[in-house]
């Protein structure tokens, strides 16, 4: 067990990651909650606004400014009594991997909807990622201040699309141009909408009680009548709040608002800061660690390159799952089986690289990697055991890659591996030749592969059609892996990690592998 003081730290944190479809609100919402955090004087610096550019042209820019994306990684700053780290999740589909192992390292989920399109294909998608360990989800419904589709519609729709429970906590006066405000089931008051005050903490106006007269020269009696009869129904129709199911991500809070209006986020965040869980136990090969575990323990599940110009580094990020970081401990690198001495962890508070001096469960740290830290790896204080649960997925698009010199063959290899440990694309070395193909599972990384190939390992690399459509980790007992090897041999691969990949010209052709091999395994996703 840890000490008294690590112990009420480790109470105190609140992890959480936001889940939403592209342009419902994420980077809105993410400015305002720091903007509450105290972490920004004036919301709106996060990351400069998209223009008509596409996605593309966002991310290679803000990778560019990479001090930018530093800051919208890891953001930690205090809430009331609690401490609360902010992940951010690439916003374009193609970063998904990077989003899924994100999801590892946080203990519950914001899911920002549109609710004037309701559920979205990419929400749909990160929702059964947040399955796979239900995750807590709470819900913010968004845009309040457009013509939004019917609040009890949407939730109807996120019950049976997403199948979680919805509890509303908050319900909305109007909406558009007649957007009033929400009235607080649970405080049971309404709070007041003033419009353009987007940028600013806005001093509330708060009536108190519904049958209040107040009430109905506020928004109007006709607008008062209509909250009044809605929330008859809802009551009678949908599910109070209930922390268990919560916990168990079987029901979700909903809050309705604005985030560009600045409304709402703050009964969203008091919500997600007195109910979302305390830095959560992880899975390892020995069984579970717990946050109150005695003695430091936490995996990798992210590593950025090059994220500051002066440091021409990579940083590993690492989630605290026991016990607490000191500067200067030693900690235990398992995979590889050495100790190392940790001076010089960051955080990323306020968004400047700043030296820790100490982080407990629940936090990150960026762990300066000079080539041995990957994805997945486990940090202890000393006690030999692998977090499990941190998955690579098997890529859909695949491309052979090729060099303008050819004397540089080596840079490129090592180049490769190196972005395969990050995590940024995999590799495959096919048993029978020489080629080297990339695989993806978005079709922006082969562009970011080839611009970093460039940038930082002086290599000019193009890439060429090759005749393979999907990919699959081979396993099973060893002898009859040996003999799928010799067998299989002119479609079978090493990727980065050296690990052997089955990797199919056409489904049809790996159909056929796996009828024709019924003891071998062909997995699509493979843990680190
Ligand atoms: P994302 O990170 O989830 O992709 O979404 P982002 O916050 O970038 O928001 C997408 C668009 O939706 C932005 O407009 C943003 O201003 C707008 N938006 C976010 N919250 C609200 C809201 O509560 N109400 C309204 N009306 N709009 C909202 P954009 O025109 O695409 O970008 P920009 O030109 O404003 O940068």
Request: charged share 30%; with cysteine; proline share 3%.
């Amino acid at each position: 067990m840890a000490n008294a003081e690590s112990l009420k730290q480790i109470k105190k944190r609140r992890t959480f990651a936001i889940i939403s479809h592209p342009d419902a609100g994420k980077t809105t919402i993410t400015e305002k909650v720091l903007l509450f955090g105290n972490a920004l004087q004036t919301a709106g610096t996060v990351k400069g606004k998209k223009s008509g550019q596409h996605a593309k042209s966002d991310w290679m820019d803000m990778e560019k400014e990479r001090g930018i994306s530093v800051t919208t990684s890891v953001m930690q700053f205090p809430y009331h009594d609690k401490l609360v780290n902010l992940l951010d999740t690439p916003g374009h589909e193609d970063f998904s991997e990077d989003t899924y192992r994100t999801l590892t390292a946080v203990d519950s989920c914001l899911m920002v909807i549109d609710a004037a399109k309701g559920v979205e294909d990419r929400t749909r998608k990160l929702m059964e990622v947040t399955r796979l360990r239900d995750t807590p989800i709470v819900t913010f419904m968004n845009k309040l201040d457009r013509d939004i589709r019917d609040p009890m519609e949407l939730l109807d729709e996120v019950e049976t699309e997403l199948d979680i429970l919805c509890a509303p906590i908050t319900w909305p006066i109007g909406c558009g141009k007649s957007f009033k405000g929400v009235y607080h089931l649970h405080r049971d008051e309404t709070v007041l909408y003033q419009t353009g005050m987007g940028h600013t903490i806005q001093e509330v106006r708060i009536i108190k009680g519904l049958e209040n007269t107040e009430l109905d020269s506020a928004v109007g009696s006709d607008l008062a009548q209509q909250l009044r009869d809605e929330l008859e129904l809802v009551i009678g129709a949908s599910n109070e709040f209930d922390e268990e199911l919560f916990l168990q991500g079987q029901l979700t809070p909903v809050y309705f608002g604005t985030a560009l209006g600045n409304f709402g986020v703050d009964h969203m965040l008091d919500g997600l800061t007195e109910w979302a869980p305390e830095p959560q136990s992880r899975e390892t090969d020995q069984g579970e660690i717990n946050a109150e575990d005695e003695g430091f323990s936490g995996f990798v599940f992210k590593i950025q390159a090059n994220m500051d110009p002066k440091h021409r580094d990579r940083i590993a990020f690492c989630r605290i799952v026991s016990g607490k970081y000191e500067k200067g401990m030693k900690m235990r690198h398992t995979r590889i089986g050495k100790d190392v001495r940790i001076s010089d962890a960051l955080t990323f508070l306020a968004g400047d690289r700043a030296l820790l001096e100490e982080a407990y469960a629940g936090d990150i740290i960026g762990l300066h990697n000079h080539g041995s830290i990957r994805i997945g790896d486990t940090f202890t204080s000393g006690k030999e055991y692998r977090f499990t649960g941190i998955p690579n997925f098997a890529p859909e698009l695949f491309k052979r890659i090729r060099l303008k010199d050819p004397l540089k063959q080596k840079q490129l290899q090592k180049g490769l591996i190196q972005l395969s440990e990050e995590g940024a694309v995999q590799v495959f070395r096919p048993l029978m030749n020489n080629d080297l193909i990339v695989g993806a599972v978005g079709v922006l990384q082969f562009d970011v592969v080839v611009a970093r190939l460039k940038s930082e390992y002086n290599v000019d690399a193009i890439y060429e059609h090759v005749n393979v459509s999907t990919a699959r980790w081979v396993y099973g007992d060893d002898k009859k892996v040996d003999e799928f090897r010799r067998k299989a041999q002119q479609n079978l691969a090493l990727d980065g990690g050296d690990n052997l990949t089955y990797i199919a010209p056409t489904m049809v052709n790996l159909q056929l592998a796996q009828e024709r091999y019924p003891d071998i395994q062909f997995a699509k996703t493979r843990e680190h």
